[in-house]
């Protein structure tokens, strides 16, 4: 196959814990690992309302947000977060998940087009080969 | 320690010392023994590797924290031992166990984490585990309570009761303890930032069903250093923080002498992926600090270090997690005698509770996860923990099912009650492996406590983020040792199954319990005296200007008149600001 000019291009990846949760090993681990992969990484910090995570994505323009929680708040921020994305112009954002996210309240989420949603154990390479899948399908335009 | 003025010299001398005694030879084995050993190890090295050649290489063995392991250890290993540094139980340096007779006068206790939804949700579960034979009760609050806002206030939305039960005025301390007797029980509660406010809405509570402070027994967390360290449930900054501990260990000092009114605590620091080394050396380092503030407040060592009790966590790694546990009562007892000047037996002795490893539960495979536990909480026991909680199976899907959580209980009665290891005092006292890797872990943690004196002590090394960065580093070390297959995680790198997991039955939390929290709140509001409550909340306002008056006077006042929780921590948000955390990637 031969390489596309467009695939040497960095994805640009905000890393979130939109809400009151302090559980941040998860976070600090992915962000290193995109940083890894080749992503240019941005981390929101601790306790972001759902309002300035969207905000900080957009200024940032960035490809994709990732969003973490473990305090069980994620079927009201994690499409709080995506509704506020589309509403101030960062509708292109991709939105992917994880935590702790009992299987009953995936599909409602994957069919928002929060994708992921990734339970503890997963693997780095599986959660890093998901964004990338996506950003280049949807993003870039590559099939 | 705490503010990094002037301990240096202890440490550093400290470090040397044990380095010192472990090249030396102790008084238990003679040279010759120890000689005639080394060469017995020499010749046996030889038959080892005859009986391996061939096989497949070997990988490299290590514990968790990374320390090298060799396949054997010998007298050889702890020639330096002297058993008057070892001790016996009950008595000092308390390496073998807090109480003479451990575990044969009373098991641990049993004490299991609980609560969510409402109130009335979490008074059920609470009365089922007394019924059950549960000795200790265990209160886990929700992210709007930990974090100061009552559950009415914007941020708190969906967060409600969702991963404990939410306080937000006395009324619902009133209603999570309606027919639990408190001069019976012992109660530990699971909250820092606002643990004064807890502490006082207990004693009004108790004061209300005629049971007064004094006689009030349990504990709350109040662990502030280790929250801007792992948990990172804080509201002001470090400082304003520690100031109000520092009230709440005077006013327990003088009023609730039974309540422990602070646990320090490692496991948090572990579960956020540090390492065992990591967890001892952060968590001692933060007790030394509380002890350097409670003299800062002027009350000796010996009137509180009696009331300081420890939470530690108990994962995978079996030995290590044994020796981590003896190293820490050794090293507590020596520096509370050495540095700190302490003489009450009650101040050396390091009581602890344990919690096995919620991060080493997996959401593969969930029933493996009662092994895991099983196996977690023996360290815990054979480590000589005061109490233990074990998780239950299901807790990397959500909060557990009364079933699981049965069944984790179930795994202590087998343990304390089938297996007959409490039936003797420290009973891996004297393996030459598990006496090897206490002292190994003793002389890590002393280094770390030199590095973080020379950091500029506790307060500097977390402002600077230096020990969050130190665990961010070591957790991502072991997400990538995982990935890559050295360190072994039964159904998930390895044995895993291909076809999708069936979901287990999960605990469902509905919105009810928001609707009802804020129903309730309101009619809270709408039936106080107001002028009461602005009255004992302006006082506090008061007692923060002042360095001199202890603001949990005022607190208990404004509690009392049912000033909610997010009232009373707003007065210390204009007064103190907020944190925010140095940036950590």
């Not at chain 1, 000019?5 to 681990?29: N, Q, S, T």
Request: net charge neutral.
């Amino acid at each position: 196959m031969t390489r596309k000019p467009r695939e040497r291009k960095k994805i640009r990846i905000l890393v979130a814990k939109p809400g009151l949760d302090g559980h941040d090993r998860g976070v600090l681990v992915l962000a290193r690992a995109f940083r890894d992969a080749g992503m240019e990484v941005i981390y929101s910090g601790l306790l972001p309302t759902p309002e300035q995570v969207a905000r900080m994505a957009v200024d940032e323009d960035v490809d994709v947000v990732a969003l973490s929680l473990l305090n069980g708040a994620h079927m009201t921020a994690f499409p709080r977060v995506k509704k506020l994305l589309e509403k101030t112009g960062g509708g292109e954002i991709l939105v992917v998940g994880g935590g702790i996210i009992p299987e009953d309240d995936k599909p409602k989420l994957l069919k928002l087009g929060i994708t992921g949603l990734y339970g503890p154990g997963t693997s780095l390479e599986e959660i890093i080969a998901h964004v990338k899948d996506r950003v280049r399908k949807e993003r870039w335009k590559e099939r | 320690m705490l503010r990094g003025d002037g301990g240096e010299a202890y440490w550093k001398r400290k470090v040397g010392k044990v380095i010192a005694k472990r090249k030396a030879a102790g008084p238990l084995y003679d040279e010759k023994a120890v000689r005639d050993v080394r060469q017995g190890v020499k010749q046996w090295e030889r038959v080892l590797e005859a009986w391996s050649k061939g096989k497949a290489e070997r990988k490299v063995f290590q514990t968790a924290s990374a320390i090298p392991l060799k396949p054997l250890y010998t007298p050889a290993d702890v020639k330096d031992l002297d058993y008057s540094e070892t001790g016996f139980p009950g008595v000092y340096p308390y390496l073998r166990g807090v109480y003479p007779d451990m575990y044969r006068g009373r098991p641990w206790t049993m004490r299991m984490f609980s609560g969510f939804g409402t109130p009335e949700d979490t008074n059920r579960r609470l009365k089922l585990l007394l019924q059950r034979g549960e000795t200790g009760l265990s209160i886990a609050f929700d992210m709007p309570t930990l974090y100061g806002y009552d559950c009415d206030h914007p941020k708190a939305h969906g967060e409600v009761g969702r991963c404990g039960v939410n306080v937000s005025s006395l009324k619902d301390m009133e209603a999570i303890f309606d027919g639990v007797p408190l001069d019976e029980v012992s109660t530990s509660m699971t909250i820092n930032a606002p643990a004064a406010i807890l502490t006082c809405m207990y004693a009004a509570v108790g004061k209300k069903s005629g049971v007064p402070p004094a006689k009030l027994r349990g504990t709350v967390q109040a662990d502030m250093l280790k929250e801007y360290i792992a948990q990172k449930e804080w509201v002001y900054p470090p400082e304003a923080h520690l100031r109000i501990m520092r009230d709440l260990m005077v006013f327990c000092t003088k009023e609730m002498p039974l309540w422990n009114y602070i646990s320090i605590s490692g496991y948090h620091i572990r579960e956020a992926g540090s390492s065992a080394i990591q967890e001892l050396a952060f968590t001692l380092a933060d007790g030394f600090g509380y002890v350097e503030l409670g003299k800062e407040a002027g009350l000796k060592v010996d009137e509180f270090a009696p009331r300081l009790s420890f939470f530690f966590n108990s994962t995978m790694d079996f030995f290590e997690e044994i020796a981590k546990f003896r190293a820490a009562r050794r090293i507590w007892a020596t520096v509370l005698r050495e540095k700190y000047g302490a003489k009450d037996p009650r101040s050396l002795l390091m009581r602890f509770h344990t919690q096995t490893s919620g991060a080493s539960l997996t959401w593969q495979q969930p029933l493996n996860n009662i092994v895991r536990t099983t196996i977690e909480a023996l360290a815990g026991v054979l480590g000589g923990t005061q109490s233990l909680h074990t998780n239950s199976f299901d807790e990397a899907w959500a909060l557990p099912t009364e079933k699981a959580v049965e069944v984790a209980l179930r795994t202590q009665q087998i343990i304390a009650e089938e297996t007959g290891v409490s039936s003797v005092v420290d009973p891996l006292g004297g393996s030459y492996y598990v006496e090897w890797l206490t002292e190994q872990m003793e002389e890590e943690a002393y280094k770390y406590f030199d590095r973080i004196e020379s950091a500029g002590g506790i307060l500097k090394a977390i402002t600077s983020g230096y020990l969050q960065r130190e665990i961010a580093e070591n957790s991502y070390r072991l997400s990538k040792r995982g990935e890559a297959g050295e360190d072994s995680v039964v159904g998930v790198n390895k044995y895993s199954v291909e076809e999708e997991e069936k979901p287990i039955e999960t605990l469902k939390i509905d919105f009810k319990a928001q609707r009802r929290q804020i129903q309730r709140l309101k009619q809270v509001k709408k039936s106080r005296d107001s002028a009461k409550v602005r009255a004992a909340l302006d006082k506090i306002a008061r007692a923060y200007e002042s360095e001199r008056e202890n603001s949990i006077y005022p607190m208990l006042e404004a509690v009392a008149a049912y000033g909610t929780l997010g009232e009373i921590i707003e007065v210390g948000r204009s007064a103190f600001g907020e944190w925010k955390e140095p940036i950590l990637l």
